[in-house]
């Protein structure tokens, strides 16, 4: 019903979706479904392959471990992700300026350079920021965080760890 009232409206725009749900047919078909109008799977997932290990972080708030388990997912991923994405911040905005330069570079963007890029967090900075992100999140204020990684591998029956826990920071009462 809907197809036929929209060729009586519009044949153009009848045409234009009957192509494009063929389109997502065809890349379904050929990609292993991993293509949907609006979201590509393939794009944002891969396989993961049982040797390939995860690093967790474990925040210790006053010496008890900040437990995790019973946290909504988006509060989680602010904490855990943090510390991440901080671990990296430096070599990933290389990256992105150097994959960048080429093309700014010719089209004669005017701020373009590195140190405009940069984000030069220290240390310091980055757990007094994340020490309060951890008071709010358990409710009181902090006096000292520590943080620890360790590697984990998926095992058949579990999450098993694969070395002893690294201390990565510690903050007191900063």
């Given amino acids: 019903m809907f197809f036929k009232k929209l060729y009586n409206y519009s044949k153009v725009l009848f045409f234009a979706l009957i192509f494009f749900i063929m389109l997502f047919i065809y890349l379904n078909y050929k990609w292993g479904i991993t293509a949907t109008?609006?979201?590509?799977?393939?794009?944002?997932?891969?396989?993961?392959?049982?040797?390939?290990?995860?690093?967790?972080?474990?925040?210790?708030?006053?010496?008890?471990?900040?437990?995790?388990?019973?946290v909504y997912f988006s509060k989680r991923d602010l904490l855990l992700n943090s510390i991440a994405f901080y671990k990296i911040q430096q070599q990933h905005n290389t990256s992105v300026f150097?994959?960048?330069?080429?093309?700014?570079?010719?089209?004669?963007?005017?701020?373009?350079?590195?140190?405009?890029?940069?984000?030069?967090?220290?240390?310091?900075?980055?757990?007094t920021w994340f020490k309060k992100r951890v008071s709010v999140f358990l409710g009181y204020r902090v006096q000292k965080i520590e943080i620890f990684s360790q590697k984990y591998l998926w095992a058949k029956e579990g999450f098993a760890p694969v070395s002893t826990a690294q201390k990565e920071f510690i903050a007191i009462n900063r």
């Fill in 37 to 70: 109008p609006i979201h590509q799977f393939g794009m944002f997932s891969s396989v993961m392959k049982e040797t390939d290990t995860q690093t967790i972080y474990h925040i210790y708030a006053d010496d008890h471990l900040v437990d995790m388990s019973n």
């Fill in 98 to 127: 150097n994959i960048l330069d080429p093309l700014f570079s010719k089209v004669k963007f005017p701020t373009w350079d590195i140190n405009n890029f940069s984000n030069d967090i220290t240390d310091d900075q980055f757990l």
